[in-house]
């Protein structure tokens, strides 16, 4: 484990994002190497699944929590972030760029040394096909999709927070997956077991991707080791169709998905096409479709992760044959 100072002693952390995915295994993968985790939790259910990691739950959010809450940690790992593909016109905003900057903030307050931040492959989007793309490539901070723009101006503010003494570190997975998951898997199997799962254009989109135990591996790794204020792509070994990813992730829940597909075109227009009657008429519940889910179904995202190989030492832990092969398991 790299989860050390230069002396060899156990250090203490604060993580926001703790009760999800990503920082539930980063917080499980700390905890057990026996460091000292605080973690932000919004309500007695994330108290308890924190508590279940062996981390001690505070009770705060993005927008309450203080340098106080932050305690004596000398890293924070930030992977709270507002991910739902609808809601309130300012709440990607608020969590996502406001929320970065207040931890920004209380972290330099209460004497942080390192700052992890959970970014994504979405904040370089605005509905171009990603490919053969490097940290090089542009971020999309005024793309028209809420998500994508709000995650690029927080990675913004995290870089450019990056000072003697308070080194920032950007992490990018693209579609994370693996045991645990409370977002992808159970939307897909959610909408198969209604008869709603659609394929855009046959799955066919390419994409890398990133299992949680790859991550988890990088988030060790980033906190002893890359450069101040830069990003890093985490990912799998290899790129592949949308449709095997989704369909492995389908069977492990005992799920065959039908072959129903629309193209690219109708699935934008559809997208946007909901918004709008969402926006403007009191329908209840989320549209079927959102404009980012859409782009996200059909554009490829091939993308390059030499720099975290080389600056982070960083290489999968686990391939993802065998990862499908540990969610059948899982489930």
């Known amino acids: 484990m790299t989860f050390q100072d230069s002396e060899g002693n156990r250090c203490a952390f604060f993580v926001t994002g703790a009760s999800g995915f990503v920082g539930g295994a980063a917080t499980r993968k700390l905890t057990a190497a026996g460091h000292d985790v605080r973690a932000m939790s919004r309500s007695e259910k994330s108290d308890t699944a924190i508590r279940t990691l062996g981390a001690k739950p505070v009770r705060c959010d993005l927008e309450t929590v203080m340098a106080a809450d932050i305690g004596d940690a000398e890293t924070v790992l930030h992977c709270a972030a507002f991910v739902e593909q609808w809601g309130p016109r300012d709440a990607w905003k608020r969590f996502n760029v406001d929320g970065t900057a207040r931890m920004l903030d209380l972290s330099r307050q209460a004497g942080v040394k390192r700052f992890v931040h959970i970014g994504t492959e979405a904040a370089l989007f605005h509905g171009q096909h990603l490919r053969g793309v490097d ?197």
């Open 135 to 331: 940290e090089t490539y542009p971020l999309a901070p005024n793309s028209p999709y809420p998500y994508s723009s709000t995650k690029a101006q927080a990675e913004k503010l995290v870089r450019d927070a990056n000072a003697p003494g308070f080194t920032t570190i950007v992490l990018r997975p693209r579609f994370v997956w693996g045991p645990g998951d409370t977002t992808l898997a159970p939307t897909i199997e959610a909408m198969a077991r209604a008869g709603k799962f659609v394929w855009v254009n046959h799955g066919a989109a390419m994409t890398s991707t990133t299992h949680i135990d790859n991550l988890a591996h990088a988030i060790d790794l980033a906190l002893t080791r890359g450069r101040g204020g830069e990003a890093y792509f985490i990912l799998d070994d290899g790129v592949r169709p949308m449709r095997d990813m989704i369909t492995g992730m389908a069977a492990s829940r005992g799920l065959t998905l039908a072959d129903k597909s629309v193209p690219a075109w109708i699935a934008d227009t559809i997208g946007a096409a909901s918004e709008m009657l969402w926006s403007t008429l009191p329908l209840r519940g989320e549209p079927p479709l959102t404009r980012f889910s859409a782009m996200i179904m059909s554009r490829d995202a091939i993308l390059k992760d030499g720099k975290a190989r080389a600056e982070l030492d960083y290489r999968p832990v686990i391939s993802v044959e065998d990862g499908m092969k540990g969610l059948v398991r899982t489930v």
